[in-house]
Structures are given as structure tokens and as C-alpha cells.
């Protein structure tokens, strides 16, 4: 079974800036559709970027200009780079991977056990 670890969530101020990182807890065959979602207390999940194996890019419009979510394809490595810190991008924040495990599998979905991310002065 593969597990999504991630890091480098904490305190920040506002203005400040973290970048999380997240990979497959072993090697696999391929990954589709990669991104990091979160969700605040009393909220639902919500996406926050998303990257696609043509490096497309999507983001929620509350991070467009601040967030940059990047893909490492010798590592697969997922990034998410946030710069100028919002105190309502606190949130514990996922990532998500849409995997192939062997070259006849199909894709699964898997997720991160979440960081979280908290900005305040």
C-alpha cells in the first residue's frame, strides 16, 4: 500500500512564505492529475491548485499571483510554493495524487494525511 507524505506546513506570519512538499512513499508506475486541497475548521475541502501530466495549471481564485504548484517527475514530487501569506490560508492542507501502481493497473486516487498551515501575527 503507498502513502502520500507530505511536509513543511507550520506558523507564519502574514506575508510570509512555506512550501509544501508531498511524494509517494514508494516507487510507482505513472501519476495523472496531481494537487493539494484544504480544508479550514467548519469548512469543506476546497482545491487549491491543481496540476495535470501536460503541466497544465489550475488554481482557486483566492491564490492566483500567491501560489505556484510545481511537479518534480524524477522524484514525483509535488510542490506547492506559497508566498504572501493570508491569514484565511489557514487551513490543514492535502495532496492529492491520482496513481498507477503497475504498468496493467489502473489509476487510483490517494491522499496525504494533511499539514497544517497557520497564519497569524
Known amino acids: 500500500q503507498v502513502q502520500l507524505v507530505e511536509s513543511g506546513g507550520g506558523l507564519v506570519q502574514p506575508g510570509g512564505s512555506l512550501k509544501l512538499s508531498c511524494t509517494p512513499s514508494?516507487?510507482?508506475?505513472?501519476?495523472?492529475?496531481m494537487g493539494w486541497y484544504r480544508q479550514a475548521p467548519g469548512e469543506e475541502r476546497e482545491l487549491v491548485a491543481e496540476?495535470?501530466?501536460?503541466?497544465?495549471?489550475d488554481y482557486a481564485n483566492s491564490v492566483k499571483g500567491r501560489f505556484t504548484i510545481s511537479r518534480d517527475r524524477a522524484w514525483n514530487e509535488l510542490d506547492l510554493q506559497m508566498n504572501n501569506l493570508k491569514p484565511e490560508d489557514t487551513a490543514v492542507y492535502y495532496c492529492?495524487?491520482?496513481?498507477?501502481?503497475?504498468?496493467?493497473?489502473?489509476?487510483?486516487?490517494?491522499w496525504g494525511q494533511g499539514t497544517q498551515v497557520t497564519v497569524s501575527s
Open positions: 514508494r516507487s510507482i508506475f505513472s501519476i495523472g492529475v
Open positions: 496540476i495535470r501530466t501536460t503541466g497544465s495549471t
Open positions: 492529492k495524487m491520482d496513481l498507477r501502481m503497475g504498468e496493467f493497473s489502473g489509476l487510483s486516487t490517494y
